[in-house]
Nanobody, 129 residues
Framework: EVQLVESGGGLVQAGGSLRLSCAASGFTFGDYIIGWFHQAPGKEREGVSCIKSSDGSTYVPESVKGRFTISSDGTGNTVYLRMNRLKPEDTGVYYC??????????????????????WGKGTLVTVSS
């Protein structure tokens, strides 16, 4: 029932911008956090942003702060990742993933990429040099 579908990837020159979208459905109960994750070719996956559905609060790691911005629509059904001043090292597959907030409001799962409950199939971003 839960589905996450990414879109918006493509080819862009270094210094350019892209906006990725994650369409979420099936979250009928509880609060959840949606995150964006980047996996460069041959590299480990890393988180690049998180947003909480209940209040829209966000987390962006220092590695991309100032270049990447996460946001959502009014309902939280679509989450966006705006990527500016792209670099060749930003190349790779971008996934959105979600974790249900089962107790409290911990960001740990998203921030540290541990125990995310649902994953999309990813969208490919290629940044040319």
């Amino acid at each position: 029932e839960v589905q996450l579908v990414e879109s918006g990837g493509g080819l862009v020159q270094a210094g350019g911008s892209l906006r990725l979208s994650c369409a979420a459905s099936g979250f009928t109960f509880g609060d959840y956090i949606i995150g964006w994750f980047h996996q460069a070719p041959g590299k480990e996956r890393e988180g690049v942003s998180c947003i909480k559905s209940s209040d829209g609060s966000t987390y962006v790691p220092e590695s991309v702060k100032g270049r990447f911005t996460i946001s959502s629509d009014g309902t939280g059904n679509t989450v966006y990742l705006r990527m500016n001043r792209l670099k060749p090292e930003d190349t790779g597959v971008y996934y959105c993933a979600a974790v249900i907030v089962r107790r409290g409001s911990s960001w740990v799962s998203c921030i540290y990429d541990v125990g995310m409950d649902y994953w999309g199939k990813g969208t490919l971003v290629t940044v040319s040099s």
